[in-house]
Each structure stands twice: as C-alpha cells, then as structure tokens.
C-alpha cells in the first residue's frame, strides 16, 4: 500500500492524516485520460458522471493537485497528471496481476490476431498493452495484412480474431466497435482535384477504402488514375499534403493541413467506415473482443 501525503492531509491541529491510494480513483483517473472526457470515462467504468467526478476530486485533494484541465472539447493532463500516469498505470497492472496469481486466470494460452497496417499502429499496441494488464497469461502473435488478407485468415481458421475496416455490409459473423464517414481528403489550399483525370493516393487492392473509392468514381463515370500507392493511410496522407493527390479517408484523418474537397468539385459521395471483429467464439478470443468493446475508438 502507498502512502502520498501533501497539503490536504493537513486536519486535526496540524497533525498529518494519511489515506492510501484507492485502486478505483487510479482506474477512473486513467479511464478519463483514455477515453479524453468526464461523461464517456463513466461508462467506461460504470459509474455516473458525478461519482467520476467525486473520485477525481478526492484524488487531487489526496495528491494536493490538479490532475486535469478542463475545457469545453474535453480533459488534457496537467504535469502533474503526466507523472501520475504510468504509476497509476503499474500500480493497477500489479493489482491485477496478483489477483491473477492468487485467484487464477482463466484466460491463459495464446492466439493469433490479424489486422491491417493501420490499425496494427493505431489501435493494436493500445489493446496489447491493456490485455497485459488484465489478462498476463494471454500471449498474442499478430500478423497484419490487407483487409482482404486479414479476412482470409479467419475465415481459413490461423487467426482466432481479425480486426478490420470495412463498409458495406460484413462478409461475415462481426462485431462494429465504432464508425465514422469517409471523405474526399486533399491538401488545405491545394488544386489536386482539379486535375483531370483525379489523382488518387490509395492503398493496395484489398482495402476496403480503396474499393469503396474506385466503385464510387466509376458509378459518377468520373476518371482518375494511382497517382500514390502506399500500404498504409500514413503514406496517403503524406501524398495529399504535397498536393499530389486526393484520397477517400475517415473524417478523422481531417487536420490543420488538410480539408474535405469541395462539394463543388462534384466527387461522389462516399460510404462509412466501421471498425469491426470477427472472433472464433473461444474464452481467448472472447477476452480480446470484450477489452476492444472497453476502449476509445473514433
């Protein structure tokens, strides 16, 4: 147990009155820095807005700090906060672990997960992480691909769960985690667009963007050619800021240097995106899906 004094543990005529951490004010305060606002951390920890709030405030008023600024878009970590999250962070993955140690673990072996190359830095390193601190005896192989690709390995049975994007109706047995518009992106201020025929930044065959892309352009018989090819959205993204290219991405992806194309260019409308898992129904797989439900997506 850890003892942090400071300034508010000063009651009763001066003497130091000493309160140990508490595990939950550590889950709630990382729930607020992860899912970045007060109102969506309370679900994530099933409490009311108000009672993550109340644990916020016995936590500064332990810590004798602020931990958050706060703002109409949302929590940012003040310095302070910086500092107390990896301690929080290790402190609740110890707790976890001996638990497991004591109580066992069910979920011990291991399992192969597939993705495409951009969730493989996006979001996967973020849902290892947190499968280590819940479940230590999970060990995951991962294996990214094209979205084509991630599919064909678990309809073929060598992953026990893919993560993808997609649109359109599943192909298969999935759960959506969350989804978000896709949109002509170009560089702010640029004139790829007006080029004709379009240029296009767009990844490999088999991504699901790119074929939502191609078949809109062809139903409006609207010309284009590849201008950029690249395996990951990083590479488009970089093309659209030269001003090489235009490109159908998540709205999410929009920044200061880059803007929707106009609606006077006349580009097709474009389908969502979604995020989706498809899992093979085992107890391991079942863990995956069920820590991928608990963290912020789009």
């Given amino acids: 147990m850890i003892w942090l004094p400071s300034a508010a543990n000063l009651h009763h005529h001066g003497r130091m009155i000493h309160r140990p951490l508490n595990l939950e004010e550590l889950r709630t305060f990382v729930a607020i820095h992860e899912a ?24 500064e008023a332990l810590l004798g700090c602020r931990l958050f600024h706060r703002n109409a878009r949302g929590v ?15 402190l609740l993955r110890l707790s976890q672990a001996t638990l497991s140690d004591f109580q066992g673990d069910a979920v011990r072996g291991g399992l192969q997960l597939s993705a495409p190359h951009d969730l493989g830095v996006s979001l996967v390193p973020d849902l290892l992480r947190r499968l280590r601190e819940v479940h230590p005896g999970l060990r995951i192989d991962v294996q990214l691909a094209r979205t084509d690709q991630v599919i064909e390995s678990f309809t073929a049975g060598r992953s026990a769960v893919a993560l993808f994007n997609d649109v359109g109706p599943a192909a298969l047995p999935v759960e959506d985690l969350a989804s978000e518009p896709l949109l002509w992106l170009e560089a702010r201020g640029g004139r790829a667009c007006e080029t004709a025929p379009l240029p296009l930044a767009v990844a ?20 284009y050619r590849i201008a950029y090819g690249s395996d990951t959205s990083m590479g488009q993204l970089a093309a659209l800021r030269a001003d090489l290219a235009v490109a159908a991405l998540p709205r999410s992806m929009l920044g200061h240097d880059l803007q929707e194309v106009p609606a006077a260019r006349g580009l097709p409308a474009l389908p969502r995106t979604h995020i989706r898992v498809a899992q093979d129904g085992s107890a391991l797989a079942g ?10 997506l789009r």
């Fill in 36 to 59: 970045g606002t007060f109102r969506a951390a309370a679900l994530r920890v099933h409490l009311s807005p108000s009672a993550v709030s109340l644990q916020i405030g016995n936590l």
């Fill in 76 to 90: 940012m970590l003040t310095e302070e906060g910086e500092r107390l999250l990896p301690q929080a962070r290790d």
């Fill in 204 to 223: 490999e065959p088999g991504c699901a963007w790119r074929e939502a892309a191609l078949a809109a352009l062809s139903r409006e018989g609207i010309g």
């Fill in 287 to 296: 863990a995956v899906a069920q820590t991928l439900r608990r963290m912020p």
